[in-house]
């Protein structure tokens, strides 16, 4: 039985055979499996959080302002690359989905206890997010994204991941180099080589709120050899070819030393 991954939220090409659809909540749905069958499609639900459809909303012209309510932030997307770093054009199955934008509106704040804690990011900054976060919205002919202040991952006001400033409880990692050896001296494939799980805390946010809504600072900071959970995070590549991975500070499972 076989996986698809759909684009879009359109589902007229399957007209008959087709016994249900996914679900969705937001813009998060199931995975979609078919199975072949001589009258047409039969379709299958099992819940994935690794498939995402987002189809973006379009707001009708006549709205000239879209405000973003208490912590949320209204991020215009970045242009995907429509080349390589050599000059060769991508095709549009290739072009790799952005993760950065310009923020454009900020809500009020939200209430932390008896406190108000306004959104921590002032309008016109770059900002790195969540890869699956957020409301896609078309508006004034751009593409934008409606997410929370707790999905944005950092400030970056370069090209080059190392000079990403993490906001909240986020860590930036250099993920150590992948052993090319066993410990018996077995010279290892790429195929082979363990992913690693370790590397060295770059920079640090500021630390999550508490319950007066006041930072608490992390209990990490720049220079330690980490080891992190396996699938946390979101990875990047700097400009040099460099692995860095941004994630949470409780995604981190010791210090080395």
Known sequence: MASVQLTSTSFSACRRGASSLVQSEGLRLSVLRVAPRSNGISFSQKTSKGLIVKAATVVAPKYTTVTPL?????????????????????????????????????????????????????????????????????????????????????????????????????VLVQVSEAEVKTAGGLLLTDATKEKPSTGTVIAAGPGPLDEEGKRKPLSVSSGATVLYSKYAGNEFKSADGGDYIVLRAADIMAVLS
């Not at 949320?72 to 050599?86: D, F, H, N």
């Not at 406190?115 to 900002?127: A, F, L, M």
């Not at 202040?149 to 006001?157: S, T």
Request: glycine share 10%; net charge negative.
């Open 70 to 170: 208490g912590d949320r932030v209204l991020v215009k997307i970045k242009t995907a690359e429509e080349k390589t770093v050599g000059g060769i054009l991508l095709p549009s199955s290739a072009q790799s989905k952005p993760q950065s934008g310009e923020v454009v509106a900020i809500g009020d704040g939200r209430s932390v206890g008896k406190n108000k804690v306004q959104v921590d990011i002032e309008v016109g900054s770059q900002v790195v997010y969540s890869k699956f976060a957020g409301t896609e919205i078309d508006f004034n002919g751009s593409n934008h994204l409606l997410l929370k202040e707790d999905d944005l991952v950092g400030i970056l006001n370069t090209d080059d991941v190392k000079d990403l400033k993490p906001l909240n409880d986020r």
